[in-house]
């Protein structure tokens, strides 16, 4: 992938493993026993050495966690070279190609001039930082050299190596708050950099829910961990798009909710979830989110499936997913501390069959709906679900808040709820047909795993799905009337994409 900008991607590469380096470095001298060696050190710096003439040694006799604490104040001679080399570099960057490179590939100009200025903005910068770091650098690094042996007891210092020493204990604070500002500034520099920066791509629509699109990058390219470009010509990854978000801050505590809803489905519950990750891109008075998830084979969608199967296999995929809902259940048994939330219908699971084109009670299951982290702490939503109804009609918000926002939320925590939704949407599914089946399947199942002793009813799941497909029916031709309102009475972009006729 050539590129006129190929010396600065080398760059970042560099930065990036610099910035470990120095992390390394600030735990070490973080650690309290070395603390108290400095200040040791202070006091008694020239009881250390014996010295015949301008030849200098260590006293046998200073401890090997003495010894141990000098080599760590200086590090390795390559760790030493390499960030001095980063260093040097900041003084020769061209600062207009680092801007041009921002605005072509960072797409928010707000973004691009706040990590220009990380870089070298007026105050503390990490440009500024660097220039302070390289004397020392330059200073130390002879010594360094000599330091970085297998016995420093063996070592010969030269007089200007003890004045080095004696200088770097000296100014071992000013060193270490050096690093800690240069590690906090790089730690925000390299995870926007990294989350913000696109290469043009293809996007393709793949599919509609009833609020959200569904889609996959067909061609591109992105920085991966260690900074390196990747081409991919058709990602594994499908992107479902999410409300817009206020700001960077709501977007990194959704992120956090995110990464926790999945560690308590997969390591606290034992439910299978594929890997994800978040994309955002921040625009002019919101920010654009986008929840990622490798893409599953879409013929073993259970909704998918459903529909060409038989009566018997279709109780089998029927139980399996019950067995997964039972994880949940005993997981919110307890009256306080975590609750998990779940929406079980069928397009939410994802068949992984033992032997292709049978289904058996051995199969598992994948969970494929995260994006909507719903879990509570001691009866507390974690999730501000108020940013879910931003996709709602705007002349509609406060009404769904007020009166039914609660109550939608409230059914994703109760089991026979969840079972509910998934009968009813057989409808949906077009396979009426199985419905009595599954009444009967989840009575039993609900009764002997204690569930609930309150039987499913018929009547219970047909009242339950016409007032569903009610709902639904007015918020989309509600979508409707908010997007011509917005677009055609106000002039202005309705940021939504609405489905087709969904059939029901």
Not at 83 to 109: A, G, Q
Not at 434 to 440: G, P, Q
Request: glycine share 4%; hydrophobic share 40%.
């Amino acid at each position: 992938m050539p590129d006129d900008f190929d010396e600065l991607y080398e760059f970042f590469r560099g930065f990036n493993l610099v910035h470990a380096l120095k992390i390394r470095r600030l735990r070490f001298f973080r650690l309290a026993s070395v603390d108290r060696e400095i200040r040791s050190f202070k006091d008694s710096f020239d009881e250390l050495w014996m010295h015949d003439g301008e030849i200098f040694r260590l006293k046998k006799e200073i401890s090997r966690n003495s010894i141990h604490v000098l080599q760590g104040m200086f590090g390795k001679k390559a760790d030493a070279e390499e960030m001095l080399r980063i260093d040097s570099e900041f003084e020769v960057l061209d600062r207009e190609k680092i801007r041009t490179f921002f605005s072509k590939y960072i797409s928010n100009p707000k973004s691009a001039d706040n990590l220009f200025r990380l870089l070298f903005g007026h105050g503390i910068s990490l440009y500024l930082l660097a220039t302070q770091r390289i004397p020392y650098l330059k200073r130390y690094l002879p010594t360094i050299s000599k330091a970085d042996t297998a016995s420093m007891y063996d070592a010969e210092y030269a007089r200007e190596d003890i004045e080095n020493l004696r200088h770097l204990i000296k100014n071992f604070d000013l060193i270490v708050e050096n690093l800690k500002k240069d590690c906090e500034l790089s730690k925000i520099f390299l995870r926007d950099f990294r989350e913000l920066y696109r290469e043009k791509a293809g996007l393709r629509i793949i599919g509609y829910g009833e609020i959200s699109t569904v889609m996959k990058v067909e061609k591109g390219t992105y920085l991966d961990e260690s900074f390196k470009r990747i081409q991919i010509d058709e990602s594994k990854w499908i992107w479902k798009k999410m409300p817009p978000f206020p700001d960077l801050e709501s977007v990194r505590v959704f992120n956090r909710q995110y990464i926790e809803y999945r560690e308590l489905l997969v390591n606290d519950i034992g439910i299978a979830v594929p890997p994800q990750m978040l994309s955002y891109f921040p625009r002019e008075g919101f920010c654009a989110v986008y929840a990622g998830q490798e893409r599953e084979d879409p013929n073993l969608i259970c909704s998918t499936l459903i529909r060409h199967l038989g009566k018997k296999d279709a109780e089998t995929l029927f139980l399996l997913i019950l067995w997964e809902l039972l994880k949940v259940f005993h997981f919110n048994l307890p009256e306080s501390g975590t609750k998990i939330g779940i929406d079980g219908q069928l397009s939410n699971w994802v068949l992984k069959p033992q032997d292709k084109g049978k289904i058996s009670h051995t199969d598992s299951l994948l969970y494929i709906d995260t994006s909507t982290p719903l879990y509570r702490i001691n009866g507390e939503e974690q999730l501000n679900t108020e940013l879910f109804i931003k996709n709602a009609p705007s002349f509609l918000r406060m009404f769904i808040k007020i009166f039914f926002l609660k109550e939608v939320v409230d059914r994703y925590y109760d089991i026979r709820s969840v079972i509910i939704d998934i009968i009813a949407n057989l409808y949906k599914e077009k396979r009426a047909d199985l419905i009595d089946n599954f009444i009967a399947c989840a009575n039993d199942f609900m009764r002997e795993k204690g569930i609930s002793d309150r039987p499913i009813t018929r009547t219970e799941i047909d009242k339950y799905y016409k007032s569903d497909a009610f709902i639904w029916r007015f918020f989309q031709f509600s979508r409707r009337v908010d997007k011509f309102i917005i677009e055609k009475i106000f002039r202005k972009k309705y940021y939504y994409r609405l489905p087709e006729k969904i059939e029901r």
